[in-house]
């Protein structure tokens, strides 16, 4: 979702003749779109703007966006001198407006929530990669005890379809073959469709799979209590909704989704999955995981990794619990020692990357489409992504944006390589 939102800032920015500065040409202006997700990230951007002074003393123009940005305004300016500009993930469309001020010299912290959305002010898509991004909705109303989201990112509000439709052909138009709805909760987005019906995620979907250039949908990152029948059903019915599925659970032990205010328990969890899998045999699974929350037994902690057992995971992140200001489990009894934590996801991570391993080797021998997306390390290489989201290289005649017909030949854990059968330019 930053990517994303750094896209936007770019192409509003581009607007008033601010050009990206070329990659290793120092910039007369910064922007450092943070996450306040967990505290190693939220720090970093401390170490970031220190990074920024030059040899003289002197620093760029600097602003603050994102979560971080929403979390801590005051805070950043009191603790850094150098930045001029704090702005929240809901007000960068004012981004403009803060710089002409900054160049007078005048700092300013803008972390409003506007009913308006900004999204409106923001200008058209005209240039993009073949894979795009199209955040869809942001927000979120679940308040899962460890999580910072609600209070930085606000309420779940969703785009309205007929703007979302609108946006999705922009993209295609600007090149993109592959779109990935985003949102906090993506599975929550509503709208309402061009009959005034009432609709989700599944309809946005089948909506979108009617732009013929438009060859590949995706979306991140759903909650198992927004995992409908209609988004089931529409993994077995719409051939561009690839088969990849990234729906967190956080822990394989009830009580622990209990006090992590979850709201699905393990069982209702795998439910899901083995329905999706019913409609969807090859779709690929993905998850998050948090170790260490507050009260985590050895044993509980055993009932995350024979989850992971149970599933068989194609991708997954995994985290250390990280307490968040202001969030209830910040608080808990029962913090665990961050020697545990360390030892916990050492474990959890060995499993999911023998699973991933196990999933890529499992494709070998497989054909199937590929998505160029950019050039290799090597001559007449190209890189991709498979249907199941899984990096795939190879050499021949291709280009970046076409979707090519490979032959899976050999993985690794991170990787695949592939044999091209048919270039398809697109
Ligand atoms: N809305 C999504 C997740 C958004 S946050 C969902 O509920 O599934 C992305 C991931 O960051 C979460 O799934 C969780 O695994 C992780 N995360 C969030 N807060 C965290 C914290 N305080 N410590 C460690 N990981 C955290
Ligand atoms: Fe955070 Fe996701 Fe829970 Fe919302 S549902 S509070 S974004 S972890």
Redesign the pocket.
């Known amino acids: 979702m930053n990517v994303y939102d750094g896209e936007r800032m770019a192409e509003l920015l581009a607007e008033q003749g601010i050009s990206l500065a070329p990659e290793g040409e120092e910039a007369d202006l910064v922007v450092l779109n943070t996450c306040h ?2 505290e190693k990230a939220a720090e970093k951007v401390y170490s970031d703007i220190g990074r920024l002074r030059r040899e003289d003393g002197t620093s760029p123009l600097i602003a603050v966006a994102g979560c971080v940005a929403q979390a801590e305004g005051e805070e950043i300016m009191k603790r850094a001198p150098a930045v001029s500009m704090v702005v929240g993930p809901q007000a960068y469309h004012r981004l403009p407006g803060m710089i002409a001020e900054a160049v007078d010299g005048r700092r300013a912290v803008d972390t409003d929530m506007p009913a308006e959305m900004k999204f409106d002010a923001l200008p058209a898509r005209r240039k993009v990669g073949p894979s795009a991004f199209l955040t869809v909705q942001e927000g ?1 109303d ?1 308040f ?1 005890t ?4 609600p209070y930085t990112r606000g309420a779940e509000v969703s785009r309205p379809f007929k703007d979302l439709i609108e946006e999705a052909a922009k993209l295609v138009d600007a090149g993109a073959r592959e779109i990935t709805l985003l949102g ?2 993506v599975n929550a987005w509503m709208g309402e469709d061009s009959k005034g019906c009432s609709v989700g995620l599944d309809s946005l979907a089948r909506e979108l799979s009617k732009l013929a250039d438009l060859h590949r949908i995706r979306y991140t ?3 198992p209590n927004d995992m409908t029948e209609g988004l089931i059903a529409a993994h077995g019915e719409l051939e561009k909704l690839m088969p990849f599925l990234h729906l ?1 659970v ?1 822990a394989g032990s009830d009580r622990v989704l209990k006090a992590m205010n979850r709201s699905h328990t393990r069982d209702s969890y795998l439910k899901i999955l083995e329905r999706v899998r019913a409609v969807r045999p090859d779709i690929a699974l993905s998850g ?3 170790v260490g929350f507050p009260g985590e037994t050895d044993a509980e902690f055993e009932e995350t990794l024979s989850l992971v057992d149970a599933v068989g995971y194609a991708q997954c ?1 995994s ?6 200001p202001g ?1 209830p ?1 910040a608080t808990m009894d029962g913090q665990v020692p961050v020697e545990v934590m360390d030892e916990r996801l050492q474990r959890l991570q060995a499993a999911l990357n023998r699973d991933q391993l196990a999933f890529n080797n499992a494709s070998v021998g497989k054909r199937c489409s590929v998505l160029v997306e950019r050039r290799g390390k090597y001559e007449g290489q190209w890189l991709g992504k498979s249907p199941w989201l899984q990096s795939v290289h190879f050499t021949g005649d291709a280009a970046i944006g076409d979707l090519v017909e490979v032959e899976l030949t050999e993985a690794g854990g991170n990787s695949l390589a592939g044999r091209l059968l048919q270039a398809a330019h697109a």
């Open positions: 997700i967990r979120c679940k899962c460890y999580c910072v989201v906090q909760n990152t759903s909650h967190p956080q998050d995981f948090i992140f985290f250390k619990y990280s307490p968040r969030t489990a």
